[in-house]
Nanobody
């Protein structure tokens, strides 16, 4: 069974950078497309970005494009989210998710989720 564990969250100031990681276990990591979502208090979970199973394709939400970068290391079974130029509106719990078939912006498409890591950006 797929298990995902996020790490790297914390409290930073606006303009700072932060790098989140998600460790995958329980299955063959390289078979899965991976995505990051986030959920702020009182809001729906939203797509941040995703990366294909070989890492050759990525896509991002418009709100983070140019600031966030997703990468993966299939040898280490990890996917990372590098977040630069952070803004207070980036404050949320960040989740990684896995899917065998495609990168989707809909959270309903993903069967596997981590427990989330809190990112707080102060102004």
């Amino acid at each position: 069974q797929v298990q995902l564990v996020e790490s790297g969250g914390g409290l930073v100031q606006a303009g700072d950078s932060l790098r989140l990681s998600c460790a995958h276990s329980g299955s063959t990591f390289s078979l899965y497309n991976m995505a990051w979502f986030r959920q702020a208090p009182g809001k729906e979970r939203e797509f941040v970005g995703g990366i294909s199973w070989r890492g050759k394709s990525t896509n991002y939400a418009d709100s983070v494009k140019g600031r966030f970068t997703i990468s993966r290391d299939n040898a280490k079974n990890t996917v990372s989210l590098q977040m630069n130029s952070l803004k207070p509106e980036d404050t949320a719990v960040y989740y990684c998710a896995a899917d065998r078939w495609r990168i989707s912006s809909s959270s309903l498409e993903y069967a596997y989720w981590g427990q989330g890591t809190q990112v707080t950006v102060s102004s």
